[in-house]
């Protein structure tokens, strides 16, 4: 299991909503275009943003902890809502050959490539926790959970890594 599981590095957490000229705006400064289709995501280095809705982002960044500022200067006057959310919720790590297995034990979608490929994101339940899933590789993922429910998450994942599975 310790290869299968592990905690997304320390990141800057931020949920983005707006109207078109601060969108505009916030790509200028994130030096990319936020994804307009829906449950997609887009990166640039180690900055990342997960369409959540058609006006809501979840923008990670692992180097850049003054991200939040720059969106606001760069976003000015524009009508938007820019929220730090870095100390409500961890990110899970969950990969390797039996990772879409894993997650299928407690999440409702069909995460088979085909219908969930790389880069796909989306708001989801894992068991009875409300996580943000997205597929950062063939066999990986990565879980936005809150958290308050990361214990209850990694046990979870722990227990099932070890159930058989039935064919």
């Known amino acids: 299991m310790a290869d299968l599981m592990s905690n997304a590095p320390s990141m800057a957490r931020h949920v983005l909503r707006g109207r078109l000229e601060a969108l505009t705006a916030a790509e200028g400064a994130l030096g990319f275009a936020l994804p307009r289709e829906s449950c997609r995501s887009a990166s640039l280095n180690d ?3 997960l369409w959540l809705g058609p006006d809501e982002w979840l923008l990670l960044s ?4 003054g991200l939040g500022a720059r969106l606001e200067a760069a976003m000015g006057d524009h009508p938007h809502s820019l929220v730090d959310v870095s100390d409500r ?6 990969s390797g050959p039996d990772a879409e297995a894993v997650l299928s034990v407690g999440c409702p979608l069909d995460l088979d490539q085909a219908t ?3 880069g796909m994101c989306t708001r989801t339940v894992l068991s009875k926790a409300e996580i943000v899933l ?3 590789g063939t066999d990986s993922f990565h879980l936005e959970v809150w958290r308050s429910f990361s214990a209850y998450l990694h046990q979870f994942l722990t227990a099932s890594a070890v159930v058989p599975a039935t064919d």
């Open 47 to 49: 900055t990342h943003a």
């Open 134 to 136: 997205w597929r950062t």
């Open 116 to 118: 969930f490929p790389v």
């Open 89 to 94: 919720q961890v990110g899970i790590v969950v």
């Open 62 to 65: 692992v180097v850049e902890a």
